[in-house]
Structures are given as structure tokens and as C-alpha cells.
């Protein structure tokens, strides 16, 4: 089982590295460590175990032979295209051993960034192989997976072995006298002495032993094969470069579609509110200029009645630009602001801002953002009776932090504002924990990157 924390020790993920949450398994009588030898998982990470000596002296025997072969024929031009044959095979033994931690391990890794060639042609694709760093990685685990494959299948089919075969002694050792010639398993013996294992109490320690052997196997293979996680992810991976690249790809599209998504809403809201009132307030305005002579009180009404709208106009456009960018958050910075919103807010909120200084703009928007959205929600859908927000740095992360008492179950993976408020965070490097148990608290923690102004 691996829980999986933020910077700061804040619950992210949870999961038992087959994807299965908390809740996601069925409930067992026996505790883990009395049923891990008779689990599926045991055995899966067993036979990973088995298979990895003979799939890695395939490995070890191809990547040196192709490279021995290629190195030395460098001084001919038979040696390029050798080596380019060796790296493009080890990067299809990368590809196996990818499928095989998946099956048996569960452990997802990303496909490396695949070859892009200069230009076409054989010359082109063997140059592009050649400096592939991928390439060279996948050479490195060939070589150091053999001699751990050596050790870790040797550990654990000995404890396997020992132990199940200890455990289950009291129903074979029969053997030893009717075919061996001897009273037992013999544990001791030179010229004059020898000392069997025959009599019931040796017989049930044996047994006893086994089954401590049996129950620590499964730890033992969990751990030998935890390096063999490391290995493969860590070598057959994308590099963090192209992982970092791949990533800020994805913020960049979630940025794009956040961004237009703003301004298909300030163009609604305008031409749905302000926009609609400001015609319906001129053709107001027309029909009291022709009845001014004819009527002059009904025109007095008609022009009061549109000084109204006026005012509903005004309020909604400063609503609208609040929306946008409020000049309180400009003028005064985050303590100001988040009081301001706080304010219109249907249940009693604190609002504490430890901060020494102001972040950056940009970091200083998203995180006023942030508490207003949630604040919303909290009106909206919590049914609390009070709230509470809190900001403060740690070293290079701002927090924020809102605390409501209301009836909780909030979640992020139900595609509910919440979902959209993590990806514009995460567009930004940041992280939304949600901690909402049904029935309450509710408590959302925002981690963004501190950027000094």
C-alpha cells in the first residue's frame, strides 16, 4: 500500500499499486500479513521474480554483444549501423519489460518520447538513435538488471523453497524413513552423530519455522522487486525533461481553454446583461423624447424607470469586472479582497492572511480566484453555518485553505467546478486536496508556487 503526499503532507492519492483505493477492494477477515503468501499479488510479484533471470540474460547477452560488436567495427562503416541495430533492439526489450511490469507489478510507465529523425533515410533514423539518451538508458538497464536478477531470483526462490517446504514437513516427512533410510530431514551429522528431524515436537517446530519463513516471503519479494520498480521506471521511462515538456504541453492546453472559456463568459454576460439593458434603456429613452411634449409626466416615469436601469447596468458591469480582475485585489492586495468576497458570502467567514509580502500578479489572481469559487460553493451547495479561509506561505508554495461545517461530500472526480478548479491549479504547477467526508468537514487546500512581485 502507498499513500502518496504533496510537498507539504497533504493527502493526494491513495492506492495499493493496482489501482485499487481504500474502498475499491472487499473487506477481509484475516489481516494482510497472514493472507500475503496466498494473495494473487504474491504470486504475480513472484513469477516477475522468475521470469527476470532468463529475460535478463537475453537482455545482458544482446545489448554487450551488439555493442561489443558495433564498437569494434567503428573503424569500419559496419559499426554504426550495428550499434544503431543494438540500441533499436533494446528499446523493443524496453517495450516487453514495460508490459511486464504493467501485468505483474502494476506498475504504469509512460512510453519514452519516441525517435525524431533529422530528415528520411536509414543515415537519418541511425543518427536519431545514437542520440537518443532513451536509447543509452535502455543499454544501462540492460546491463545492470542482470546481476540484480542474479540476487533477487536466487533470495527469493530460496525463501520460497525453505519455507513452504518447512511449512508443509509434517505431511512428507514420512518419506525420508520409508524410501531415505533415515528417521527425517537431517539437520546435523559428521562420523558419530546425526540429528534428525523425527520425533512431533521437532516435526511442529519445523513446521512453525516454515510458516514464519512462508509469511515473510511475500515482504521479501514485495521488496526485491521494489528495485526492480526503481529500475524500470527510472530507465525505461521518459526522461523528466520529456516528461516536464509532455506536462507543460498539457497546462499550456488546459490555459488556452481556460482563457477562452473567460472570455465566452464575459461575452455572454455582456451581451445577456449589460449589453441587453443598455438597448432596452435606449429605446426607453426614445419613447420618453417623443412623448416629452405629449405627455410630459408619462415621460418623467418612463426616464426614472430608466435611471434604474442605469444603475442595474452600472452594478452589473462592476460585477463583470470584479469577475475579471477586482481593483481591491490590485489596489490592496489578498487580505483585502478575500474580505471583500467574503462579505457577500450567505454564511459568517474568518479570513486570516499570513503573508509578509505579496506574490506575484499572476500567483496573487489565481489564488483570489480560487477562494471565490470556493466561497460560491460553499453558499451554493455545503449548507454550512460558518467558514473560515486561510492564506500562509511555506518556504516556495502559497497555501490557501477553506474550512466550511457544512454536510460535506465534495469531489473532485464528479466533474464539478471542482474538477476545473484543479486543472487551471495544476496548468499553474499547483495542487486542490479535497478532504470533504460525507457529512463534514469540508476542508480544500490550494498549494500554488510562490513568485515574488
Not at 319 to 348: E, F
Not at 414 to 423: I, R, T
Request: hydrophobic share 45%; proline share 5%.
Amino acid at each position: 500500500m502507498t499513500t502518496q503526499y504533496s510537498e507539504y503532507g497533504e493527502y493526494t492519492r491513495y492506492t495499493d499499486g493496482y489501482g485499487h483505493g481504500p474502498g475499491g477492494g472487499r473487506r477481509h477477515r484475516l489481516p494482510l500479513a497472514l493472507r500475503a503468501p496466498v494473495e494473487a499479488r504474491a504470486w504475480r510479484e513472484f513469477a516477475y521474480v522468475l521470469l527476470s533471470l532468463p529475460i535478463s540474460i537475453v537482455l545482458f547477452t544482446f545489448a554487450v554483444t551488439t555493442l561489443s560488436l558495433g564498437a569494434g567495427l567503428l573503424v569500419t562503416f559496419l559499426g554504426i549501423p550495428v550499434l544503431a541495430a543494438g540500441l533499436a533492439g533494446c528499446r523493443g526489450f524496453g517495450t516487453v519489460e514495460r508490459t511486464r511490469a504493467r501485468t505483474l507489478l502494476g506498475l504504469e510507465v509512460a512510453t519514452p518520447e519516441p525517435l525524431r529523425p533529422r530528415g528520411r533515410g536509414a543515415l537519418s533514423w541511425m543518427g536519431a538513435v545514437l542520440r537518443s539518451g532513451t536509447s543509452w538508458r535502455h543499454v544501462l538497464y540492460a546491463v545492470l538488471h542482470l546481476p540484480w536478477a542474479v540476487f533477487s531470483f536466487a533470495v527469493a526462490v530460496a525463501f520460497w523453497s525453505y519455507g513452504w517446504a518447512m511449512l508443509t514437513y509434517p505431511l512428507w516427512f514420512w518419506l525420508f524413513p520409508v524410501y531415505g533410510g533415515q528417521g527425517g530431514l537431517q539437520l546435523y551429522g559428521d562420523e558419530q552423530h546425526q540429528v534428525y528431524l523425527d520425533n512431533p515436537f521437532e516435526i511442529t517446530l519445523t513446521a512453525l519455522v516454515g510458516l514464519l519463513f512462508t509469511l515473510a516471503t511475500p515482504w521479501i519479494v514485495r521488496a526485491l522487486t521494489t528495485v526492480d520498480r526503481v529500475l524500470v521506471h527510472g530507465l525505461l521511462g521518459p526522461s523528466r525533461l520529456a516528461s516536464r515538456v509532455v506536462e507543460l504541453e498539457s497546462d499550456r492546453g488546459v490555459v488556452v481553454d481556460t482563457a477562452a472559456a473567460d472570455l465566452r463568459r464575459i461575452e455572454r454576460d455582456l451581451h445577456d446583461g449589460a449589453q441587453a439593458r443598455l438597448v432596452a434603456l435606449a429605446m426607453d429613452l426614445g419613447l420618453a423624447k417623443e412623448k416629452l411634449r405629449e405627455d410630459p409626466q408619462a415621460a418623467a416615469l418612463m426616464v426614472d424607470e430608466a435611471h434604474g436601469e442605469v444603475k442595474t447596468a452600472l452594478q452589473e458591469l462592476r460585477d463583470l469586472a470584479r469577475g475579471i480582475h477586482p481593483a481591491v485585489l490590485t489596489d490592496r492586495g489578498l487580505d483585502a479582497a478575500l474580505s471583500s468576497v467574503a462579505s457577500r458570502c450567505t454564511v459568517p467567514v474568518q479570513v486570516e492572511v499570513d503573508l509578509t509580502e505579496r506574490p506575484a500578479p499572476a500567483i496573487e489572481g489565481i489564488a483570489y480566484f480560487t477562494v471565490s469559487e470556493l466561497l460560491q460553493n460553499v453558499s451554493k451547495h455545503s449548507r454550512a453555518r460558518s467558514a473560515s479561509v486561510d492564506v500562509w506561505r511555506v518556504d516556495s508554495r502559497l497555501l490557501v485553505q477553506v474550512i466550511d461545517d457544512g454536510v460535506g461530500g465534495a469531489d473532485t472526480s464528479a466533474g464539478s467546478g471542482l474538477a476545473g478548479l484543479a486543472g487551471r491549479l495544476d496548468a499553474v504547477d499547483g495542487i486542490l486536496v479535497v478532504d470533504s467526508p460525507v457529512g463534514g468537514p469540508t476542508r480544500v487546500t490550494a498549494e500554488l508556487p510562490w513568485r515574488s512581485v
